[in-house]
């Protein structure tokens, strides 16, 4: 991929720095993250789905709809909706959010990483229309390629602090992962070049 199929506002960007590589990731998320929120999702819609059909499906056939709350049993059908009113509309509210988890699941899933470009000072990613810098000096010089899934995931400096169960801390560094890009082995070559000699240069 060269600088002239990129978008012209990522062009804008760029300007007149030095590119050292130009890549475009086929994801966003790792797809172990992208499978748990998705199989989050579906069981969720599913029995929410499965909940709102046996609660309704009297009235979709014409019959009526019993319940019975402390010891009292009312009716409702089509003609007095009343008394499932609050039960049902609770109901669709879990339904509901099943469904926007479901579609949720799925963007996260299908998510395109976007471009990436290194320049001698920094590397941006540029996906509709949003753009993040990080430069060289952000990142630890820790790295992972991992050639057969064309992934490379590039350790940085900040992070967070987290408590494990035994009461002792960790602290996890952020990661910036490029996911499914076609040249991983020339990017990360790259990379771990402008890491070293930002790090030579801090020094």
Not at 67 to 75: F, K
Not at 103 to 131: F, H
Request: net charge negative; aromatic share 10%; charged share 25%.
């Amino acid at each position: 991929m060269n600088i002239a199929e990129l978008p012209n506002e990522l062009q804008s960007i760029i300007g007149s720095e030095r590119v050292d590589f130009v890549t475009f990731a086929k994801r966003k998320n790792a797809r172990p993250i992208s499978y748990a929120v998705f199989g989050l999702a579906l069981p969720w819609l599913i029995i929410t789905t499965f909940g709102v059909y046996v609660f309704f499906k009297p009235l979709f056939i014409g019959e009526d709809i019993h319940m019975e709350t402390d010891g009292v049993v009312t009716t409702a059908n089509l003609d007095n909706l009343e008394p499932i009113i609050v039960p049902g509309s609770i109901l669709l509210v879990f339904f509901a959010i099943g469904i926007l988890l479901f579609i949720w699941g799925l963007r996260y899933l299908l998510k395109k990483g976007g471009y990436y470009v290194g320049t001698e000072t920094r590397i941006i990613n540029y996906i509709d229309g949003e753009v993040m810098y990080l430069g060289w000096n952000e990142f630890t010089g820790n790295m992972e390629l991992d050639l057969q899934k064309k992934t490379i995931v590039l350790e940085m400096h900040r992070g967070e602090t987290r408590r494990e169960k035994d009461g002792s801390e960790i602290f996890v560094h952020d990661t910036l992962d490029l996911i499914g890009v076609e040249d991983a082995s020339e990017v990360d070559e790259k990379c771990r070049k402008r890491i070293n000699e930002s790090q030579s240069t801090s020094a």
